[in-house]
Structure formats: structure tokens, C-alpha cells
């Protein structure tokens, strides 16, 4: 993300006065942020950590409105996040994903299972083609499951879900390789292969 300079900063537009340029846009459904492109204004003191919370100039954001707004607004391009009004872009920054998957609905099962997932600010996505899940391992092998939420933009799968979804996996072949996973929306997606298994 572009460093930001004193002109940028004097300049720089608060969160406030993002959210009252966003407000009447929003009302509307989802801003189209991918058909805007105003100019750089700078890097906001805007943070959400890995579980979901906001802060502002290193301060949690406790008003739920007013993160879901926000949040009406990010934009991914590249490896960097950005809230984007019409006039507006300024970069922030995400510590994982933007949206932390909170719980889940399922309805039916087997291959023609739907899981549909609630992320922490009120948006419902069911998993499918569309909407894929992914599980990314770390250097210890411990699982990061996320599932995109819209746009370029996932969430995060938090703990308790993910072991939900755990317990109503199934084996499937994937590539003449047997496969640990989670059917939805007529799509399987892969988490583990059943030979690493314990």
C-alpha cells in the first residue's frame, strides 16, 4: 500500500465523512465500488483485526451500523483493501479477510447440500460455485477456512463453525485422489486429503 505523505495527511478524509459521501448510496443495496474510480486520497488509521473488529485510529468501533456501512464500501485490488466512494478511495488495512463467517445454515444433504453462512456484519452467502470455500494451511498445518463472500472479498470461517462444518464432511474422489470435504451448492470443496487424516 502506497505510503502516505504530510499533504496526504492534512487532506485525508475522516471515517465520518466517508460515511455521510456513502450514506444515501447505501440505502440502495450494495454501492457498486468496482465501477468507481476516484483518485488516491491516502491511507486511513482504519483497521479490522482478524476477528472481524474495526478500530479507528486505534480504537474499536462499537456502533454496528457504522462498520456495516463501512463495510458496504471495501474494495480489494490486489493484495491491498480500500474504502471507495465516488470522489473517495482511501487504503486500510486487513489483518486476514475482511468478513468473519459467524454460523451457518444447511439445508438438505449430500451433493445437494446448501450451506448458507451469516458473516459479522449481517451479509448471507450460500457456498457454491460462485461462492467457493478454501482452506489455506500454515506453516504448522493449522487450517484457515474461508469462503468468498462478494466481489474479491472472503470471510474468514471462525473456529466453532469450521469444526461444525467438520463434523458433517464427507470423503469424495477429487482427481483419482480421495478427498476430506464439504459439499455445497452441488459442488464439492476440498479441505484435506483423507490420507493425511489422523
Known amino acids: 500500500m502506497a505510503k502516505e505523505t504530510h499533504a496526504q495527511k492534512l487532506d485525508l478524509p475522516s471515517a465520518k465523512s466517508i460515511a455521510a459521501s456513502v450514506q444515501e448510496v447505501a440505502k440502495k443495496g450494495l ?50 483493501y480500500f474504502l471507495v466512494t465516488p470522489v473517495e478511495k482511501v487504503g486500510i488495512i486487513v489483518d486476514d479477510a475482511p468478513f468473519v463467517a459467524v454460523d451457518f445454515d444447511v439445508s438438505d444433504s449430500g451433493e445437494s447440500q446448501v450451506l ?65 470435504g464439504i459439499w455445497s451448492g452441488g459442488t464439492f470443496f476440498p479441505v484435506i486429503p483423507s490420507a493425511e487424516l489422523p
Open 31 to 80: 454501492p457498486p465500488v468496482e465501477k468507481w474510480n476516484p483518485a488516491f486520497c491516502g491511507d486511513l488509521d482504519m483497521r479490522i483485526a482478524r476477528d472481524g473488529t474495526w478500530f479507528y485510529l486505534g480504537t474499536p468501533i462499537g456502533r454496528m451500523g457504522l462498520v456495516k456501512l463501512f463495510s458496504s464500501i471495501i474494495r480489494r485490488d490486489g493484495d491491498d
Open 116 to 180: 448458507t453462512f451469516e458473516t459479522n456484519v449481517e451479509d448471507r452467502v450460500a457456498a457454491g460455485p460462485a461462492n467457493p470455500i478454501r482452506v489455506v494451511y500454515d506453516k504448522h498445518g493449522e487450517p484457515s477456512p474461508y469462503v468468498l463472500v462478494r466481489r474479491n472479498l472472503e470471510a474468514l470461517i471462525d473456529r466453532k463453525s469450521f469444526y461444525r462444518l467438520v463434523d458433517i464432511g464427507t470423503h469424495h474422489d477429487v482427481d483419482g485422489e480421495n478427498w476430506f
